[in-house]
């Protein structure tokens, strides 16, 4: 049997753009946090807190940025993410490109039981720490109320509040989680019992992880946009109104 060739495909579609789009947007956000993180000022306004630098760790010993003291974390948690390993697969290493489409013949290629791929298989425990994050960051949601003359919403207060609640969609849509909750049960039937706290934990999981992909994207542009917002009010680039 001749062998498929890179790229070749018989598919008559822009199978291209997926991984392009992909490859586009994750290498802007790249590029836009790494440069975000080394700034190390312009992170907070107020009340607002950028969430590239929470929970904000300020120490005598650490010269450097403090968002590199917890961004590992997070960048972990999507790094090793089951959607995201399938779409910097097919846009960075075009293994494959797309379905149906010639890969690209890496020789000596063991899956993820070399380094660096072996990390992957962590990916749980930065839930674990994902989890932890989302608490701090609704704290600051919180905070973000919390102006000088007293209780009050701004413009910042909704960002950092429509950034946390996609983040809190994207981890609690996470296949980790869904297996967490209910994949130790082979039958729900026989082993445990349809309707209880945990057959319903399992259903909201489940229901949240079809949506995984949206998600995912829709809370990688919002933090972005989070961390940009806060660093222009605190340039006094753009200002920030009061809502109530």
């Given at each position: 049997?001749?062998?498929?060739?890179?790229?070749?495909?018989?598919?008559?579609?822009?199978?291209?753009?997926?991984?392009?789009?992909?490859?586009?947007?994750?290498s802007l956000f790249?590029?836009?946090?790494?440069?975000?993180?080394?700034?190390?000022?312009?992170?907070?306004?107020?009340?607002?807190?950028?969430?590239?630098?929470?929970?904000?760790?300020?120490?005598?010993?650490?010269?450097?940025?403090?968002a590199f003291l917890?961004?590992?974390?997070?960048?972990?948690?999507?790094?090793?993410?089951?959607?995201?390993?399938?779409?910097?697969?097919?846009?960075?290493?075009?293994?494959?490109?797309?379905?149906?489409?010639?890969?690209?013949?890496?020789?000596?290629?063991?899956?993820?039981?070399?380094?660096?791929?072996?990390?992957?298989?962590?990916?749980?425990?930065?839930?674990?720490?994902?989890?932890?994050?989302?608490?701090?960051?609704?704290?600051?949601?919180?905070?973000?109320?919390?102006?000088?003359?007293?209780?009050?919403?701004?413009?910042?207060?909704?960002?950092?509040?429509?950034?946390?609640?996609?983040?809190?969609?994207?981890?609690?849509?996470?296949?980790?989680?869904?297996?967490?909750?209910?994949?130790?049960?082979?039958?729900?039937?026989?082993?445990?019992?349809?309707?209880?706290?945990?057959?319903?934990?399992?259903?909201?999981?489940?229901?949240?992880?079809?949506?995984?992909?949206?998600?995912?994207?829709?809370?990688?542009?919002?933090?972005?946009?989070?961390?940009?917002?806060?660093?222009?009010?605190?340039?006094?680039?753009?200002?920030?109104?009061?809502?109530?």
């Amino acid at each position: 049997m001749r062998e498929e060739q890179f790229l070749e495909t018989s598919r008559k579609d822009f199978w291209w753009l997926s991984p392009l789009a992909v490859f586009i947007g994750l290498s802007l956000f790249g590029i836009y946090s790494a440069w975000a993180a080394f700034q190390g000022e312009h992170y907070q306004w107020g009340p607002y807190l950028s969430p590239f630098y929470s929970p904000l760790i300020v120490v005598d010993w650490w010269k450097w940025s403090p968002a590199f003291l917890i961004l590992w974390a997070p960048a972990g948690f999507r790094a090793t993410c089951y959607y995201y390993r399938k779409a910097y697969y097919r846009a960075f290493f075009l293994s494959p490109p797309a379905c149906a489409v010639g890969d690209l013949k890496i020789r000596k290629y063991k899956g993820e039981t070399n380094f660096p791929f072996i990390f992957q298989n962590i990916h749980r425990c930065f839930l674990y720490l994902a989890l932890i994050f989302i608490v701090i960051l609704w704290i600051d949601v919180y905070h973000a109320t919390r102006f000088e003359n007293g209780f009050g919403i701004g413009a910042g207060t909704l960002v950092l509040f429509a950034n946390t609640s996609l983040l809190s969609l994207y981890t609690f849509s996470c296949h980790s989680l869904r297996h967490l909750v209910g994949g130790r049960m082979d039958c729900f039937s026989k082993c445990g019992t349809p309707g209880d706290v945990q057959h319903k934990t399992w259903e909201v999981v489940s229901c949240l992880n079809k949506k995984h992909m949206l998600w995912a994207w829709l809370s990688l542009f919002m933090v972005g946009f989070s961390d940009l917002y806060v660093r222009l009010v605190s340039m006094g680039i753009i200002k920030d109104f009061r809502i109530f």
